[in-house]
């Protein structure tokens, strides 16, 4: 079955939030070697050179936008505090990932949805973090082989970008479920209009097509819920948190350019749901930048896939030209185009 365009993917709303949060520090994509993972130095890049910066797609000649910063936010799998343990490999699956592309070229934020269940090149490390090399499995599984703190983030953070053809992923973030309420709360609130009608068992005013005004009550569901004993619902599950993540942007936004300090100190209390190398007067830069970029339900993105049904569990399997033309389109500019 083909996965359909922006019914399919759809982006969590906190991805939306640490857009604004994560542009200055330096965390890319991390190597093979454990101690690149766990003892990262601040303000480095992991990738430096490689053949991302001049590209051939359908016969013409591509350079990578050097503007860019590309945020790599994931939503865990899990209700308990984010801590760092010296085993690898118990860490928690990422169960939802968005890359979040600054684009100060084009003045645009530009937002790529990747199911979890992307098979891709996952790298692969023992309890005592020593790599076992890489295998195709569920893109989600990267961040389980690591520390559940920053040896997890980059080693998701490296098969992001791998995947996509080794640009460069700047900054990270991860958050919990325990978020989403207090998420929903801090912009007082997200009114949406429901995409479908995957939770009107449970919740009668969650029907397709309702516009609804989501609270303590119903974010959570709205955001995260999916009935695993059927196949294919993250499909859903996505279109839900896309409509809330349109919302809350707006929200946030307004919000940031009112209330600078006072968003901070709500993050900040936020922190042990929440691994990011964010700092205070990042942020406070990143607000004002944010203030000249646009962002418009048009610049969310998906990549074409197939859904299958594994012997283990659901599998994406992308469509290699819809991979390509997206790299293109996010990361790259025309060679010869006049600069701005």
Request: hydrophobic share 35%; glycine share 6%; net charge negative.
């Amino acid at each position: 079955m083909k996965v359909k365009a922006k019914k399919t993917y759809g982006i969590l709303l906190i991805s939306i939030l640490l857009v604004f949060l994560l542009l200055i520090t330096g965390c890319s994509a991390g190597s093979s070697q454990k101690k690149d993972l766990s003892d990262r130095e601040e303000n480095t890049t992991q990738i430096e050179e490689s053949d991302y910066h001049n590209i051939i797609y359908k016969d013409k000649k591509y350079v990578y936008n050097s503007q860019i910063t590309a945020v790599l936010y994931s939503g865990l799998d899990s209700d308990s505090e984010l801590v760092t343990s010296n085993r690898y490999t118990i860490a928690p699956r990422a169960d939802s990932i968005e890359l979040i592309v600054l684009d100060n070229y084009h003045k645009v934020i530009r937002v790529l949805a990747i199911s979890r269940d992307t098979i891709t090149a996952v790298e692969r490390y023992t309890m005592n973090g020593n790599s076992r090399g890489k295998y195709d499995t569920q893109l989600g599984y990267a961040y389980v082989y690591g520390d559940g703190g920053k040896a997890s983030c980059l080693n998701l953070t490296q098969a992001v970008s791998e995947m996509l053809g080794g640009v460069p992923i700047h900054e990270y973030a991860v958050t919990n479920n325990a978020s989403v309420v207090a998420l929903n709360n801090m912009v007082g609130g997200i009114t949406v209009t429901v995409p479908n009608d995957d939770l009107i068992a449970d919740y009668p005013e969650l029907k397709k097509g309702a516009v609804v005004a989501l609270d303590d009550t119903n974010v959570d569901a709205f955001v995260r819920w999916r009935d695993t004993s059927i196949p294919y619902t993250n499909n859903g599950r996505m279109e839900r948190q896309q409509a809330f993540s349109s919302a809350f942007l707006q929200k946030f936004k307004t919000l940031i350019e009112k209330d600078t300090e006072g968003v901070w100190n709500k993050i900040e209390s936020m922190s042990p749901y929440m691994e990011t190398s964010i700092t205070r007067n990042q942020y406070l830069k990143l607000a004002e930048l944010v203030s000249n970029l646009t962002f418009s339900e048009e610049d969310y993105y998906y990549i074409d896939g197939e859904d299958i049904q594994g012997e283990q569990y659901d599998e994406v399997h992308l469509d290699k030209e819809s991979l390509e033309k997206t790299i293109v389109d996010l990361f790259y500019i025309e060679d010869g185009e006049v600069e701005k």
